[in-house]
């Protein structure tokens, strides 16, 4: 059954209104009471400029990256339209199975863009040789896991194809960059990778990153005027080293609760990068939401079969 997501909405409203109002729209901090006490308060007078911000994200994600290689943005879409301005008259391939934000942002601001399948499930990720650009959200929504294999070998081919050609990564819900293909890419120069620090750590504060060899694209960002929340990003990102690893032990505390009282068998998780959506795909998303937990048909996302359930929603519902 194809699900809409205004029919979802309107088979469930009190679900949008428990709390949680999107699956791709969670501050996992804040879900599991992380609270960072700088969010509103201790960064006023404070003198950080941009490149503070870029020198200690290096240092506080471990990454062995010249920090005037990164650009500040106000937050991953901010980023992404940027990107599409800068390769506006290339020709984009957008992910058809992620959040419709993509192409609504690809009509208004490509005039040449077609769709491409993301899903890790899918026999093949055939690319259209005429683009020139491609959006790849990673790790895979609504999944979060790594791209097989074959994925990555097909879009390996595609690049080295022409070296022309460009990957944009967007990596908002990257917790880490210990992902071993994350951690590649960022040294390729065709490779554009956007990283947020709002999601999974800071919403709604906006803030994010952009991992780019091009002097020009990085000095659109930089020219901008002064970004006024910069110093409530700098305090945020200097508290994330005191509780990532417990967000993560949340995560899978999380997972294990889920499997234990999920009547449908869960995915294995991923140790190093742990998520909290995953995919059933022969499960009953009614049955699903009936026995408490947060699930959504898969359909939304553009996806043809089984649902999509959070593990969050069974921890709340348990801890409840």
């Not at 192409?103 to 093949?124: C, F, I, K, M, V």
């Not at 097909?154 to 819900?173: C, E, G, K, M, T």
Request: aromatic share 12%.
């Amino acid at each position: 059954m194809n699900v809409t997501y205004r029919e979802y909405q309107a088979a469930r409203p009190e679900w949008l209104t428990s709390g949680v109002r999107d699956f791709g729209n969670l501050d996992l901090y804040g879900w599991f009471d992380l609270h960072v006490p700088a969010r509103t308060s201790g960064h006023r007078g404070m003198n950080v400029h941009r490149c503070h911000l870029a020198e200690d994200y290096t240092r506080v994600f471990g990454l062995a990256t010249d920090p005037r290689r990164l650009a500040v943005a106000e937050g991953v879409r901010d980023a992404l339209g940027v990107l599409m301005d800068y390769w506006r008259t290339r020709r984009w391939a957008i992910p058809a199975d992620q959040y419709p934000w993509y192409a609504r942002a690809a009509e208004e601001r490509l005039g040449d863009w077609t769709p491409w399948t993301t899903n890790p499930h899918a026999s093949s990720w055939s690319l259209d040789e005429r683009a020139e650009v491609v959006l790849l959200c990673y790790p895979l929504k609504p999944f979060g896991v790594p791209m097989p294999a074959s994925m990555e070998q097909s879009l390996d081919r595609w690049l080295s194809a022409d070296l022309s050609r460009h990957l944009v990564v967007d990596a908002a819900y990257a917790v880490s960059f210990d992902d071993p293909w994350l951690s590649r890419v960022r040294t390729n120069e065709q490779i554009v990778v956007t990283h947020s620090l709002s999601k999974p750590f800071a919403a709604p504060l906006r803030a994010g990153f952009v991992h780019t060899h091009h002097d020009d694209l990085r000095e659109l960002f930089t020219s901008r005027e002064r970004w006024p929340l910069v110093e409530q990003a700098y305090v945020v990102l200097n508290q994330i080293p005191h509780v990532k690893d417990e967000l993560a032990d949340r995560l899978r505390s999380a997972y294990e609760g889920a499997a234990a009282e999920s009547p449908w068998p869960l995915p294995p998780l991923d140790p190093v990068n742990p998520s909290y959506l995953f995919h059933l795909p022969d499960a009953d998303w009614h049955e699903l939401y009936d026995a408490g937990f947060l699930t959504i048909p898969a359909s939304v996302y553009g996806i043809h079969s089984g649902v999509v359930v959070s593990t969050l929603g069974a921890e709340r519902r348990m801890s409840g």
